[in-house]
């Protein structure tokens, strides 16, 4: 299939998966500028079974009418390019979505904390009540079928090949129940659903599922049912406030009269539980507050597993990075400036040499260039987790910029260093402290560093041995040394701060 064109456009790149009833593929379309990629799935029954034949043409045809249908109408749904057939085989192109399924973000043995699994099923609840309201049920609801959008960053709904039309439900339930084929994946799958009966509420019970698989690290399958009542027991290999606990169990009752009926009330609920949970948005008298605000329980945003070596590594990675590109843009625009200077015989220079203006401006265009790339640097490895983070990159030029320009401005005992690191060190903090308490620590570090930086340290005192070589050299080492120690610290004080013990 690989390197084959099909419907004399879409050429065949990758292979994505294989199926019940067919094989998913990655292609570009060759008719577009610039050749996007898209997704071919194609209809290859294993069975020469006419009834599993016709049965799988219907899912086939029902996924590209319900693409066409929703997938123009919602940014979480892709779209419907074409569908067509050729040489008696069935193809649909649908948008390519870039980006992970979650199931590479919900990993064996590393829980979620509560608020971010509580912000998962916001996004997928979100675009399942539009499917709902658009009388569909999706039916495969599972990791391996909800893609994280690696721009947008929201849950984009895939694999609409088992969907069902609730109109059409009716009738088709009364002339050929008996020959219903059940579609699902087991653990995500309710009871009624396995009896060829799914509703609107057999989604929801997927979704509750893929919430505790977060929750717990647990896959569905590996957790334990109440022998009496059939009920899925997860309580004690979680960690979670009683209200959303409530939340979750109301999604994956095992009768689905017990359950939320639309994606809309269950939805809700989960809105409702934010400003419980939350309770400085809500303004409560002094004696609710003593009453019914709990303490506010400490989420931090990763596992210890997630901040291993990895994490340190690209977060050191990252930051060494941003400096040098700082370092390399700024010194790329001084010589621009420089030869336009001199070039033009503009006297810039000149002018300003004796009013510091010009030592004014180099040390803000510093300041902010080192800022952005190395908050840019560091917002790469940090998003991941992190939803607000993108507050990174403003704090950073602030800081580095406040830093930088008021050195020359004539504070720069060490002192003064001391308390721009501090509001460097607040800057930051602010970004994550709802996500770890650790993160106040970010403020006595960043004082620190900068004091210690205008100490002056360097062993190395160039102009006593101007005209050699060496004094560049050994300068250069030290600052690869003390660089390198510095970031190192910053870096395992960063990864203290955001993991959980
Ligand atoms: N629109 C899409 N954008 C990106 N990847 C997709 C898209 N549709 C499918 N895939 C990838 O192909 C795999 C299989 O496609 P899917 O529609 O889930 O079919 P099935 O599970 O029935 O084989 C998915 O798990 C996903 O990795
Ligand atoms: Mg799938």
């Not at 109109?167 to 009871?191: D, F, K």
């Not at 979680?238 to 606990?245: G, I, M, R, V």
């Not at 639309?262 to 400003?275: D, G, I, M, V, Y």
């Amino acid at each position: 299939m690989l390197g084959r064109t099909l419907g004399g456009r879409y050429y065949v790149t990758k292979h994505l998966g294989s199926g019940g009833f067919g094989q998913t593929f990655l292609a570009v379309d060759q008719q577009l500028p610039g050749q996007p990629f898209c997704v071919v799935k194609q209809l290859q029954p294993q069975s020469t079974n006419t009834f599993i034949l016709q049965t799988a043409k219907r899912l086939f045809d029902a996924e590209a009418e319900v693409l066409y249908r929703l997938g123009n109408r919602h940014e979480q749904i892709p779209q419907l390019f074409a569908h067509f057939e050729e040489n008696q085989e069935f193809y649909l192109v649908q948008e390519f979505i870039e980006g992970n399924d979650l199931s590479k973000e919900i990993l064996p043995g590393s829980p979620w904390s509560e608020t971010q699994v509580i912000d998962l099923l916001k996004d997928i609840l979100g675009v399942l009540s539009f499917v709902h309201q658009e009388n569909v049920i999706h039916r495969d609801i599972k990791p391996e079928n909800l893609i994280r959008h690696k721009h947008t960053r929201k849950i984009v709904l895939i694999d609409f090949g088992a969907v069902k039309e609730t109109v059409a439900q009716t009738t088709c339930t009364q002339g050929s129940s008996s020959r219903t084929i059940v579609i699902g994946t087991p653990g995500y799958m309710p009871g009624e659903q396995a009896a060829g009966k799914p509703k609107r509420s057999s989604d929801i019970y997927a979704v509750g599922m893929i919430g505790i698989q977060a929750l717990t690290g647990l896959a569905p399958q590996q957790l334990p049912e109440d022998p009496t009542t059939g009920e899925t027991l997860w309580h004690n290999w979680a960690q979670a406030s009683p209200e959303f606990t409530a939340v979750l169990d109301r999604m994956v009752r095992c009768h689905f009269k017990e359950r939320y009926q639309s994606a809309q009330e269950a939805l809700q609920s989960l809105e409702n539980l934010r400003q419980s949970i939350l309770p400085q948005t809500v303004p409560l008298s002094p004696n609710q507050l003593v009453s019914t605000v709990q303490p506010p329980s400490r989420q931090y945003p990763l596992k210890r597993s997630q901040v291993g070596w990895h994490f340190r590594f690209r977060f050191f990675i990252a930051t060494c990075l941003g400096f040098t590109a700082g370092y390399v843009i700024v010194f790329i625009l001084f010589i621009i400036f420089y030869s336009i200077d001199s070039r033009l015989r503009l006297g810039v220079l000149d002018t300003y040499k004796d009013e510091n203006v010009l030592q004014i401006v180099s040390a803000f265009t510093i300041g902010t260039v080192l800022g952005f790339c190395v908050g840019v640097a560091e917002w790469l490895v940090l998003k991941k987790w992190i939803s607000e983070i993108a507050w990174w990159i403003p704090a950073s030029v602030f800081s580095s910029t406040l830093t930088n320009a008021t050195v020359v401005l004539g504070a720069n005992a060490v002192w003064h260093q001391a308390i721009f690191g501090a509001i460097s060190g607040t800057a930051r903090w602010s970004v994550i402290r709802e996500k770890t308490p650790r993160a106040i620590w970010l403020i006595p570090w960043f004082a620190m560093s900068a004091a210690v930086d205008r100490l002056d340290l360097s062993p190395v005192d160039i102009e006593t041995q101007a005209g050699t070589i060496w004094p560049v050299i050994s300068s250069f080492t030290w600052l690869v040394v003390s660089g390198s120690m510095y970031l190192g610290i910053y870096t395992f004080i960063m990864s203290w701060i955001l993991r959980r013990q």
